[in-house]
């Protein structure tokens, strides 16, 4: 949890704001409450920007989006997991390299716009493949990656990023993790990451805007959160998309985030560490006014306040007792969210 003083709010000292896209400014085409208010209050003190897993689209068709959200955004502003797997095939295959790729316009322009040339069947001998995400992704795409993959156990293979699932306007759908997983399956190995959780798309973006502070907003733990950690950056979970509290309290510890946010206002709101208190065999955590104990493995509530005071102060009775949450009996109330 972040060590912060009373008044300290978690948007204090940073000189950069990344943010991710799905689930943190929008869900499909529909805006996260309250997430354009609170960024376009954020740019008014810090640079902003965002990072983005998604490749199905370009970093321009994102900015006009984000636009139309009601957002100030130019696409130079967009660093997307197709701009880092094509740093990373860079170093693998010589320029001007043909490569098979499954994905979409998001991935095939920046193949392109690095001078890559583009196909979409393992019989036109390709020097690599390169796989994303897009809604147009069919069996026969995942077949000529296979064959490809197959034909030449040493070709590199890229994938934009691995993530299992997608929040959509209707809910949750598959990711790329699950078409890659397909592919794995097939081949027999795992691709190179280039997107979260891997730090290469968080230091291009540190790289092209600045900032000795940057501060990662994003709602998954195993992506958002293990990458900015990794990559050294302030981390903070918004609990507006994937990740829930159960996740929460029961993440390792290099996905735990620094701050927990109900949405993008609590940036603005002062956050205070949680305090201890030992007495008489009980743990005793403050989170704001909830208050949560720790005895004998016990986790429980003694005081209720606000979801996200809550689920701030059991994680840090969770996370403090140095155990795995299936050692502990931890009471439902704890984890629950509304």
Same mark, same amino acid.
């Given at each position: 949890m972040a060590r912060s003083t009373e008044q300290a709010r978690p948007l204090d000292g940073a000189d950069l704001l990344l943010l991710d896209l799905d689930g943190v400014v929008y869900a499909g085409s529909a805006p996260i409450p309250h997430a354009v208010d609170s960024i376009n209050r954020a740019q008014q003190a810090v640079r902003v920007a965002y990072l983005t897993n998604n490749a199905s689209r370009t970093d321009a068709t994102v900015a006009a989006q984000l636009t139309e959200l009601g957002l100030r955004v130019s696409p130079d502003e967009i660093v997307t997991s197709p701009q880092a797997a094509v740093t990373v095939l860079a170093e693998q295959v010589p320029e001007g390299s043909m490569v098979l790729v499954v994905g979409g316009e998001g991935l095939t322009s920046e193949l392109e716009k690095?001078? !890559?040339?583009?196909?979409? $069947?393992? %019989?036109?001998?390709?020097?690599?493949?390169? &796989?994303? !995400?897009?809604?147009?992704?069919? =069996?026969?795409? @995942?077949? %000529?990656? $296979?064959?490809? @993959?197959?034909?030449?156990?040493?070709?590199? =293979?890229?994938?934009?990023? #691995?993530?299992? #699932?997608?929040? &959509?306007?209707?809910?949750? +759908?598959?990711?790329?993790? #699950?078409?890659? $997983?397909?592919?794995?399956?097939?081949?027999? /190995?795992?691709?190179?990451?280039?997107?979260?959780? %891997?730090? +290469?798309? !968080?230091?291009?973006?540190?790289? /092209?805007?600045?900032?000795?502070?940057?501060? !990662?907003?994003?709602? /998954?733990?195993d992506t958002d959160i293990v990458g900015a950690n990794r990559a050294g950056q302030t981390s903070a979970l918004v609990m507006t998309g994937i990740d829930g509290p159960k996740q929460v309290l029961a993440a390792e510890k290099d996905s735990r985030p620094h701050y927990l946010l109900a949405d993008l206002r609590d940036l603005f709101q002062p956050y205070p560490a949680p305090t201890v208190e030992q007495k008489r065999g009980t743990t005793r955590i403050r989170s704001g006014r909830a208050v949560v104990t720790v005895a004998d493995d016990a986790v429980r509530l003694e005081r209720a306040s606000e979801p996200i005071e809550i689920l701030r102060a059991a994680a840090a009775a969770i996370w403090g007792t140095g155990k795995p949450i299936y050692a502990l009996d931890v009471a439902a109330e704890l984890y629950s969210w509304s």
């Open positions: 690095a001078g !890559f040339t583009v196909t979409r $069947s393992a %019989e036109d001998g390709p020097a690599a493949v390169v &796989q994303g !995400f897009h809604p147009s992704v069919a =069996w026969t795409d @995942l077949a %000529e990656a $296979s064959y490809a @993959l197959r034909a030449d156990p040493t070709m590199p =293979w890229i994938a934009t990023n #691995t993530d299992w #699932t997608i929040p &959509q306007t209707r809910g949750i +759908a598959p990711g790329n993790g #699950t078409l890659v $997983s397909a592919v794995h399956t097939v081949v027999g /190995r795992l691709p190179v990451v280039a997107g979260k959780p %891997e730090r +290469a798309i !968080f230091d291009a973006a540190v790289a /092209r805007f600045g900032g000795d502070h940057p501060l !990662f907003v994003g709602d /998954r733990l």
